[in-house]
């Protein structure tokens, strides 16, 4: 392969993808390639050297996706007879991972310049903008390798593919509504529910119209020919501009990786209780030396904020650190609280910080103002009225 092959490929051009059909190495670029999409996708909110996979997950998920799309192909379009099946699937794999740089799309920071909802909104795109383009380089590559026409290739593509999304959008959304545990969710959780439903649903209508039109379409239904192509040497400098573009990414990581590191440790903390530890390493920092495209731990949209950490929070700690927890605590108790704060938890979160519980009874009087409220509103108040019942605390 030429060193413009990489970027012809992404453009479907058809002499880079007959190259690379005749280059037994080509896996290896791949490979490489998934690495650097690995980065580009988890760079600002995993930390790799304690979350390995990082790395892992996208060759379990591509090798998955690929053998059951070949196998879905390969029965449609019949190009085992032309070959040998396994150098084939190796072939089909060096596609499937040298579309690997589209991915590259979801190292966009948005996050670092919009809101949270509008960021979640680009991101949705870029995976709208990632998938199509996968698809259509697979198809793309298929069509020019067998001979079959390009319309039918898709429909052999995009079945499995269009399968394998309705299933991955089905647990995603089981995950979604999991998150609530009978909350409210946040409007960029909210929002992600209704991509992923809408996702669902598009897929599974695809699925349906690939399968009924493969049938009816007339032009080019076998193969002509198989994926590979006899063994060729071109020039080697891929194999430089590969590793040069992994290397690239791994630096442009590293800054970010270090408030990842920070994020990971203080969570770290929380998780084991060990608040005066988490205090005092929170304390040493300042916020940017944490990712600032995510809450700050402990989320109180996807976990109860523990109030004793919060009732442990001295009046020396850095006025940034008390007022990412404070709104942390007002959120997580706005979203859930009656069956998860004791009456003893809420005597001492009275007793040591009044301000947040006045916000908080400040929100139930709104709630109590409003002319309708719904099933959860109408819950929360519920529960949080029974609280101060409870409590032998006089209420304002």
Same mark, same amino acid.
């Given at each position: ?5 990489? $970027? ?6 058809? =002499?880079s ?19 650097t999409?690995g ?7 995993l930390?790799?050297?304690q979350?390995?996979e990082t790395?892992? !997950? ?10 059951f799309i ?7 379009l ?10 084939q $699937? ?10 690997a /740089?589209?991915?590259?799309?979801? =190292?966009? /920071?948005?996050e ?17 903008i ?5 698809v ?7 069509s020019?390798?067998?001979?079959v026409?390009?319309l039918r ?9 269009s &399968?394998?999304?309705?299933? =991955? ?5 089981? %995950? &979604?509504?999991g998150?609530?545990?009978g909350v ?7 929002? &992600?529910?209704?991509a992923?439903?809408?996702?669902m649903?598009?897929a599974?209508i695809?699925?349906f119209?690939?399968?009924?039109a493969t ?5 080019g ?9 006899? /063994?060729?040497?071109? !020039? ?16 442009? %990581? ?5 408030? #990842?590191?920070?994020?990971?440790h203080?969570?770290?903390l929380?998780r %084991? ?8 390493f ?5 916020r940017?030396?944490?990712?600032? #495209?995510?809450?700050?731990?402990? +989320?109180p949209y996807q976990?109860?904020? +523990?109030?004793?950490l ?6 020396s ?13 007002v ?5 859930s609280l009656g069956?998860f ?6 005597k ?6 009044? +301000? $947040?519980?006045?916000e ?5 009087e709104q709630?109590?103002?409003? /002319?309708?409220r719904?099933?959860r509103?109408?819950?929360?108040l ?15």
């Amino acid at each position: 392969m030429r060193p413009s092959d990489l $970027l012809f490929f992404l453009l479907g051009y058809r =002499g880079s993808i007959e190259r690379i059909a005749a280059d037994r190495r080509a896996w290896l670029i791949g490979a490489i390639l998934v690495l650097t999409a690995g980065i580009a996708r988890n760079y600002d909110h995993l930390y790799f050297p304690q979350e390995p996979e990082t790395f892992v !997950g996208p060759f379990v998920a591509s090798l998955f996706s690929t053998v059951f799309i070949f196998i879905w192909a390969n029965c449609v379009l019949r190009f085992r007879k032309l070959g040998e099946s396994g150098l084939q $699937l190796l072939v089909f794999l060096s596609l499937f991972w040298l579309t690997a /740089p589209c991915a590259w799309l979801y =190292g966009i /920071p948005v996050e670092s310049w919009t809101d949270l909802l509008t960021a979640t909104k680009w991101n949705v795109a870029f995976l709208a903008i990632v998938s199509i383009w996968r698809v259509a380089l697979i198809t793309r590559s298929t069509s020019v390798l067998t001979g079959v026409h390009w319309l039918r290739c898709l429909c052999a593509i995009l079945a499995p593919a269009s &399968l394998e999304m309705w299933i =991955g959008s089905y647990f995603q959304s089981l %995950s &979604l509504v999991g998150i609530m545990g009978g909350v409210r969710l946040h409007p960029h959780h909210e929002y &992600l529910l209704k991509a992923t439903e809408f996702t669902m649903i598009g897929a599974l209508i695809l699925f349906f119209i690939s399968v009924v039109a493969t049938p009816l379409i007339k032009s080019g239904q076998q193969a002509a020919h198989p994926l590979h192509r006899a /063994p060729a040497t071109h !020039g080697s400098g891929l194999w430089i501009v590969a590793p040069l573009i992994l290397t690239v990414w791994v630096l442009v %990581s590293i800054p970010m990786q270090a408030k #990842v590191r920070n994020r990971y440790h203080l969570e770290t903390l929380l998780r %084991s209780h060990q608040y005066e530890e988490a205090i005092r390493f929170a304390a040493q920092h300042s916020r940017s030396d944490f990712p600032h #495209v995510h809450f700050f731990p402990p +989320d109180p949209y996807q976990n109860r904020f +523990d109030l004793e950490l919060y009732t442990q929070i001295p009046n020396s700690a850095p006025e940034w650190l008390k007022r990412e927890w404070h709104e942390n605590a007002v959120t997580s108790l706005k979203e859930s609280l009656g069956s998860f704060v004791e009456v003893e938890e809420w005597k001492t979160l009275e007793a040591r910080r009044p +301000d $947040l519980v006045a916000e908080i009874r400040k929100f139930a009087e709104q709630l109590r103002s409003q /002319p309708s409220r719904s099933y959860r509103e109408a819950r929360w108040l519920k529960e949080f009225e029974e609280l101060e019942r409870e409590s032998p605390t006089p209420t304002l």
